[in-house]
C-alpha cells in the first residue's frame, strides 16, 4: 500500500502542448488538483479536444508508484467498457458491408445458444437482450485465466440465470453481450478482433496508442493499476491480475487520452461509418413495445451529485445532456483502472479522462467539463 501526497500532483503535472489555453488549463489544474489532494486516485491524464485540434494533454499524480513515474500526455491506461464503441463500430462497417444486419437474430451467429432467436444484434447492441452480465458473476467465469474466444462464449452461455428477463423489454447493462459482439466480428471478418480494428481503425484513423491489451506484451509509458484501500483516504494497493481474453470486445483496451480524442473526431466527421450509420450507432434504442431506452429506468451507473445522468443507450454510446449541453460517450471500469469519454457536439468539445484506479472517472470528467463550460 502507498500514500500519495498531494505535493506530488503538481510536482509530476506535465504538460505537452505549447498553444494551450492557459486560462483554461488554470481552471483544470484547480480542479484536478482539488479531486487529486482528496486521494481519488494515483494518477489522472485529461485531454481536452475543440474543433479538432487536442487544446489540453496533460498529466497528474503517478503512472507508477513503486518506480515513482509520473503521468504523461501520452501515458498508456486500459479503458474498460469505451471499448465498447469500438466493437459496435466493428459490427456497423460489417453491416455496411452487407456482411451481417444489425437485425439479424443471435441465432444467426449462435445457432446453439438458448433462446438466441428471440434476440437481435440491435438489443445486444443496445443492452436491452436481458443477457445476464457475466462480470456480475465473477466466479463463474475466471478472469485471472487465458480463454479462447470459443471457451468465453460457452462460458456465457452456462451463466444460471442467463437471461435476466425477457429480451427487448428492459434494459440492463451487460458485458456478456459485448463479448458475444466481438466474437461475431472475429467469425464474420476471418480475423481477430484485435487485428481486425488494428487495420480498419487504429491504423486507418491513426492511433498508434491504441490497442486491444495484452498483459504479456511490453508497451512503452504503460500506467500501473491500483486499488485504493478502503476507509483509508490516499492509500492504494495493486490491483488484481485479470486476464484481456476475459473483457476482450467488452472492455480489453488500452489508449492515450490524444488516441481516443483523435477516434471521437474521427467517428463523428464520418471518416469511420456513413453518416446515415453513425446516426443509428447515436439514437438510443427501443423497446419492443416502442419505447425508448433509458438508463435511469434500469441499472444504471451512479452519477456524482450535480451531474446529471445519461438518458439514452445507443449503440456502445451514451446519450444525454451535461450542464445543458448534448452529450454522447461512455466510461469504462475494469481492475485499476477507470476512464470516460464524452464529446459535446454543439459546442465541438470531446473531454477525455483516464484514472489508473477503479472509480472516479465521472467525477474527474464533470470537473473538467466544469472549467470548459463555466465562464
Same mark, same amino acid.
Given at each position: 500500500?502507498?500514500?500519495?501526497?498531494?505535493?506530488?500532483?503538481?510536482?509530476?503535472?506535465?504538460?505537452?502542448?505549447?498553444?494551450?489555453?492557459?486560462?483554461?488549463?488554470?481552471?483544470?489544474?484547480?480542479?484536478?488538483?482539488?479531486?487529486?489532494?482528496?486521494?481519488?486516485?494515483?494518477?489522472?491524464?485529461?485531454?481536452?479536444?475543440?474543433?479538432?485540434?487536442?487544446?489540453?494533454?496533460?498529466?497528474?499524480?503517478?503512472?507508477?508508484?513503486?518506480?515513482?513515474?509520473?503521468?504523461?500526455?501520452?501515458?498508456?491506461?486500459?479503458?474498460?467498457?469505451?471499448?465498447?464503441?469500438?466493437?459496435?463500430?466493428?459490427?456497423?462497417?460489417?453491416?455496411?458491408?452487407?456482411?451481417? &444486419?444489425? /437485425? %439479424?437474430? @443471435?441465432?444467426?451467429?449462435?445457432?446453439?445458444?438458448?433462446?438466441? =432467436?428471440? #434476440?437481435?444484434?440491435?438489443?445486444?447492441?443496445?443492452?436491452?437482450?436481458?443477457?445476464?452480465?457475466?462480470?456480475?458473476?465473477?466466479?463463474?467465469?475466471?478472469?485471472?485465466?487465458?480463454?479462447?474466444?470459443?471457451?468465453?462464449?460457452?462460458?456465457?452461455?452456462?451463466?444460471?440465470?442467463?437471461?435476466?428477463?425477457?429480451?427487448?423489454?428492459?434494459?440492463?447493462?451487460?458485458?456478456?453481450?459485448?463479448?458475444?459482439?466481438?466474437?461475431?466480428?472475429?467469425?464474420?471478418?476471418?480475423?481477430?478482433?484485435?487485428?481486425?480494428?488494428?487495420?480498419?481503425?487504429?491504423?486507418?484513423?491513426?492511433?498508434?496508442?491504441? &490497442?486491444? /491489451? %495484452?498483459? @504479456?506484451?511490453?508497451?512503452?509509458?504503460?500506467?500501473?493499476?491500483? =486499488?485504493? #484501500?478502503?476507509?483509508?483516504?490516499?492509500?492504494?494497493?495493486?490491483?488484481?491480475?485479470?486476464?484481456?481474453?476475459?473483457?476482450?470486445?467488452?472492455?480489453?483496451?488500452?489508449?492515450?487520452?490524444?488516441?481516443?480524442?483523435?477516434?471521437?473526431?474521427?467517428?463523428?466527421?464520418?471518416?469511420?461509418?456513413?453518416?446515415?450509420?453513425?446516426?443509428?450507432?447515436?439514437?438510443?434504442?427501443?423497446?419492443?413495445?416502442?419505447?425508448?431506452?433509458?438508463?435511469?429506468?434500469?441499472?444504471?451507473?451512479?452519477?456524482?451529485?450535480?451531474?446529471?445522468?445519461?438518458?439514452?443507450?445507443?449503440?456502445?454510446?451514451?446519450?444525454?445532456?451535461?450542464?445543458?449541453?448534448?452529450?454522447?460517450?461512455?466510461?469504462?471500469?475494469?481492475?485499476?483502472?477507470?476512464?470516460?469519454?464524452?464529446?459535446?457536439?454543439?459546442?465541438?468539445?470531446?473531454?477525455?479522462?483516464?484514472?489508473?484506479?477503479?472509480?472516479?472517472?465521472?467525477?474527474?470528467?464533470?470537473?473538467?467539463?466544469?472549467?470548459?463550460?463555466?465562464?
Amino acid at each position: 500500500m502507498f500514500k500519495i501526497v498531494c505535493v506530488a500532483v503538481s510536482l509530476f503535472a506535465t504538460a505537452a502542448f505549447a498553444q494551450t489555453d492557459t486560462a483554461l488549463e488554470a481552471r483544470v489544474d484547480a480542479a484536478v488538483n482539488k479531486l487529486m489532494a482528496e486521494g481519488r486516485t494515483v494518477g489522472t491524464e485529461v485531454g481536452i479536444m475543440r474543433d479538432g485540434r487536442m487544446i489540453l494533454s496533460k498529466g497528474y499524480g503517478l503512472a507508477n508508484i513503486e518506480l515513482n513515474v509520473p503521468v504523461k500526455p501520452d501515458t498508456v491506461f486500459r479503458i474498460g467498457s469505451i471499448t465498447k464503441q469500438f466493437t459496435a463500430a466493428a459490427i456497423l462497417m460489417l453491416a455496411e458491408e452487407k456482411k451481417i &444486419a444489425v /437485425d %439479424d437474430k @443471435l441465432s444467426k451467429y449462435f445457432p446453439d445458444f438458448p433462446r438466441a =432467436d428471440e #434476440v437481435t444484434l440491435r438489443m445486444v447492441l443496445n443492452h436491452t437482450s436481458g443477457l445476464h452480465n457475466y462480470t456480475d458473476s465473477a466466479a463463474d467465469i475466471d478472469q485471472h485465466k487465458d480463454m479462447t474466444t470459443a471457451e468465453m462464449v460457452r462460458n456465457i452461455q452456462k451463466l444460471s440465470p442467463l437471461y435476466d428477463f425477457e429480451p427487448g423489454t428492459q434494459y440492463r447493462y451487460s458485458n456478456s453481450g459485448y463479448f458475444l459482439l466481438g466474437a461475431i466480428v472475429e467469425k464474420m471478418s476471418a480475423q481477430s478482433l484485435s487485428a481486425f480494428l488494428k487495420v480498419r481503425v487504429f491504423d486507418k484513423v491513426g492511433l498508434p496508442q491504441t &490497442a486491444m /491489451d %495484452d498483459v @504479456l506484451e511490453i508497451v512503452p509509458n504503460r500506467a500501473a493499476g491500483y =486499488d485504493a #484501500v478502503k476507509d483509508k483516504k490516499g492509500v492504494f494497493k495493486n490491483t488484481t491480475y485479470a486476464s484481456m481474453t476475459w473483457p476482450a470486445g467488452a472492455g480489453a483496451m488500452r489508449s492515450t487520452v490524444g488516441d481516443l480524442a483523435k477516434w471521437h473526431a474521427a467517428l463523428f466527421s464520418g471518416k469511420v461509418l456513413k453518416p446515415e450509420t453513425f446516426a443509428d450507432m447515436t439514437m438510443p434504442g427501443r423497446f419492443k413495445n416502442g419505447e425508448v431506452v433509458n438508463t435511469r429506468a434500469g441499472a444504471t451507473r451512479q452519477s456524482p451529485p450535480g451531474q446529471e445522468p445519461p438518458t439514452g443507450y445507443a449503440m456502445g454510446l451514451m446519450t444525454g445532456t451535461f450542464m445543458g449541453q448534448p452529450r454522447i460517450g461512455h466510461s469504462g471500469s475494469i481492475d485499476g483502472f477507470n476512464a470516460m469519454i464524452n464529446t459535446y457536439p454543439q459546442a465541438k468539445v470531446t473531454i477525455v479522462v483516464l484514472n489508473n484506479t477503479i472509480g472516479q472517472s465521472a467525477e474527474f470528467e464533470a470537473a473538467v467539463a466544469h472549467a470548459v463550460f463555466d465562464k
